[in-house]
Nanobody
Framework: VQLVESGGGLVQAGGSLRLSCTAS????????MGWWRQAPGKQRELVAI???????NYLESVKGRFTISRDNANNMAFLQMNSLKPEDTAVYSC?????????WGAGTQVTVFS
């Protein structure tokens, strides 16, 4: 299984970006889809997670600004990011559990400038 992210870029604070994750296989069998991020010099942190039954969980600092969704028919997951802040700058990676083993994509860079 491969996960490929897109949609990152350079955006001014207060702006929006929509990240996409395309899987090489049918994601309907993956109960969990999520997004992690890693900023330079910092540990990777879980940003958002969405289960197959629709439950979500968000990093406290992004609640109310970010929304995770998935499109099983097209094997995609998304992260809508609004009201972006400079501290959101990081490499964002798509994530799932493949037969119990964590799997990440290579990531897409998000840079927010003030």
């Amino acid at each position: 299984v491969q996960l490929v992210e897109s949609g990152g870029g350079l955006v001014q604070a207060g702006g929006s970006l929509r990240l996409s994750c395309t899987a090489s296989e049918n994601i309907s069998r993956f109960h969990v889809m999520g997004w992690w991020r890693q900023a330079p010099g910092k540990q990777r942190e879980l940003v958002a997670i969405l289960t197959g039954d629709g439950r979500t969980n968000y990093l406290e600092s992004v609640k109310g600004r970010f929304t995770i969704s998935r499109d099983n028919a097209n094997n995609m997951a998304f992260l809508q990011m609004n009201s972006l802040k400079p501290e959101d700058t990081a490499v964002y990676s798509c994530y799932t559990l493949n037969d119990g083993s964590p799997l990440w994509g290579a990531g897409t860079q998000v840079t927010v400038f003030s």
